[in-house]
């Protein structure tokens, strides 16, 4: 019998927390792997991860081959360790090949059957105790596995996103490829992170497109995605307002996208058909030099009050014009980002049954407001309809 099955067989189970294999005899292949419990799709799996100085493999095993995987490995390495809430269990080799075997409490949970999501959304879906090569290259978490002190807010807001995500991952379509756009995507903090959960994590047959106007931005994003081998993540240097590079989109990201460059992205998504929106808007200038009401002079009078209030009917008339579009909208309150307030998130599902809202001309023509996407869904219906005209 495999001795590393009479170790582990009591121990893999969902409420294992992780097997850490260590100290390897070779200083120039992999030095560690770790191995945990995750749900795709619904069943339970075990996801190795094994680490090289300069990048990490995943694999995604069933119970027998983590003994078959796990004895293979232990060729090459000196420690192994499980964490279980029931115990701990440490088995260390000496270079004679000698096992010494330490135990603390009896790792056999395998009665109990909780549920591994409910768990796990009370953590963080980024393991913070696991280096990921993404986190490291962009200065969020050191190479020796630890999370920088001043980024601890940028991972706390990835780890967030992340949540939004896997909330929505339920109404995206199953059985072919999912395309998904992250417009304004910067340093991509979240667009690799998108991508490590969906794809490597997952398993999601998924392709990725980052796109923004920093050119040196960019081409250092898509150094580090060929880096990693994330074949289907990819970035582009271009304007929301001009980008026509795909056909259809399932899913549109939009961070930050600054004024109205929000509304060309929403604009883009509604044209796709996209199935899912999420935008986190910024900097709502546009409003702010129309919005004029007698009614509400008294408050508008004041400059950070005028501003507020701009950037606030700015997302809900954004909403409204979705939800007219054939979405389900809702605004959720966003992690703070770098010391910004701008922390709305526009959540829209596309059921495609349009939802007239009688009150917002009337709202509209009250501040004087002349919207862009206002504007561009109006263009976009009227292509429509002469489409549907000539049919």
Known sequence: MNQWKEILEYC???ELQKIILSNPRKKDGVRKIEIRPVLIRGRLVFQASAYTQKQVKHYNLSVDEVYEKTAEWMEDMRQLEVLHPAG??????SKKGKMTL???????CSHKTPDLAHNRRKKYILDPAVTLPFLVDLGVQTKEGRIVQQRYDKF??????????????????TG???????????????TFAMYYYLHEMKGYDVRIIGLDLKEDVIANCQKLAQKYGYEKLSFLTGDIADYEGVDRADLVVTLHACDTATDYALERAVRWG?????SVPCCQHELNAQIKSELLEPALKYGLIRERMSALFTDAIRANLLEEAGYRVQLLEFIDME?????????????????????LPGMLDELHADLTLSRLLGSAKANEDRKENVL
């Open 102 to 108: 330490k135990r603390s409490g009896m790792p056999d």
């Open 339 to 359: 010391h910004t307030p701008k922390n709305i998130l526009i959540r829209a599902v596309r059921d495609g049954v349009p939802q007239k809202t009688d009150g």
């Open 176 to 190: 072919r490829e999912i395309t998904m756009i992250d417009f304004g995507c910067g340093k991509s903090y979240l």
């Open 274 to 278: 996209a199935k899912v929106i999420l």
């Open 88 to 93: 701990r269990v440490q088995a260390l080799i």
């Open 156 to 173: 706390r807001q990835m780890n967030r996103f992340l949540e939004f995500i896997e909330d929505i991952v339920p109404e995206l379509p």
């Open 12 to 14: 893999l189970n969902r």
